[in-house]
């Protein structure tokens, strides 16, 4: 998980019926601004593109944690969040996502400071399990979610790693506030999937790993984004999720620019919600 480096500690929740949820999901979010989200993406998008997409992957993500929250388990609900950046980007979260996400306040320096404030939050929420998830996979498998709040439900402690092809990672569940699963990790570098691993051995706490998926956090990642929403596919039995938004707007970036992709033949889609 790699991307939001300074998140702080002021918290509210407008999510409806989350306490009764025994899985609270927090997708970590950066307020869209040109020139200070996803400039990694610069070029081939310019920085009001970039920001742009970076609107359509919390929009996506955010209705991917709500599309798993319906269809989850009972025993394994699913309440879910943005936890967010800066201070004071509250009216940009409340006017972009649906009203049934909470909000969580996290803007510290340290990354990993961001992180264990938001599943403390979460904790604080009377949920039995965190989960942190990464905001840059608009594609990644509902049922990967589903997986795991049902593991998170079962019993004993345990934790969830969902591993990024980068060597970071997309998601982390835990059962218990471990401060241990978030020390001595090199942010945003190759190590960190295998160095939480380490700190999990460390406390011998069992860890669930989840297939592995990609973060579109640079030109690589948003060509292969364009591929998948082109219609290939990589990824064995896992269907992607379709992100609605993340599709429009890459058809409309595709009018002028080729990522590599396969313009004339974006996936086609039948918008199906349960």
Not at 9 to 16: E, I, K, P
Not at 64 to 83: C, D, E, F, S, T
Request: hydrophobic share 40%.
């Amino acid at each position: 998980m790699n991307g939001l480096r300074r998140f702080n500690g002021n918290s509210d929740s407008r999510g409806a019926g989350a306490a009764a949820a025994s899985c609270g999901i927090a997708f970590m979010a950066k307020a869209s601004a040109p020139g200070r989200t996803k400039t990694r993406l610069v070029p081939p998008l310019t920085f009001d593109e970039a920001a742009a997409l970076n609107t359509a992957f919390l929009c996506d993500v955010a209705d991917n944690v709500l599309l798993a929250a319906r269809h989850a388990a009972p025993q394994a609900g699913i309440a879910g969040y943005a936890a967010f950046g800066p201070t004071g980007a509250e009216d940009f979260f409340r006017g972009t996502l649906p009203g049934a996400i909470g909000l969580i306040g996290a803007w510290f320096p340290n990354f990993g400071d961001c992180l264990f404030h938001t599943i403390r939050e979460l904790f604080a929420r009377k949920h039995r399990s965190a989960v942190v998830l990464n905001s840059d996979s608009p594609t990644l498998p509902t049922a990967l979610l589903i997986e795991t709040a049902t593991t998170l439900a079962q019993p004993g402690d345990r934790a969830v790693l969902g591993p990024s092809t980068d060597g970071g990672y997309y998601l982390l569940g835990l059962k218990a506030a471990h401060r241990r699963m978030f020390e001595d990790i090199d942010w945003s570098t190759s190590r960190v999937a295998e160095q939480t691993l380490q700190r999990a051995r460390d406390i011998d706490l069992d860890v669930h790993v989840l297939p592995a998926w990609y973060d579109v956090d640079d030109v690589d990642g948003l060509r292969r984004l364009d591929a998948e929403l082109n219609g290939e596919r990589g990824h064995g039995a896992l269907a992607p999720h379709y992100a609605i938004q993340t599709a429009k707007l890459m058809r409309q970036l595709a009018r002028n620019r080729d990522f590599g992709g396969r313009p004339d033949r974006l996936m086609q889609v039948d918008e199906v919600r349960a």
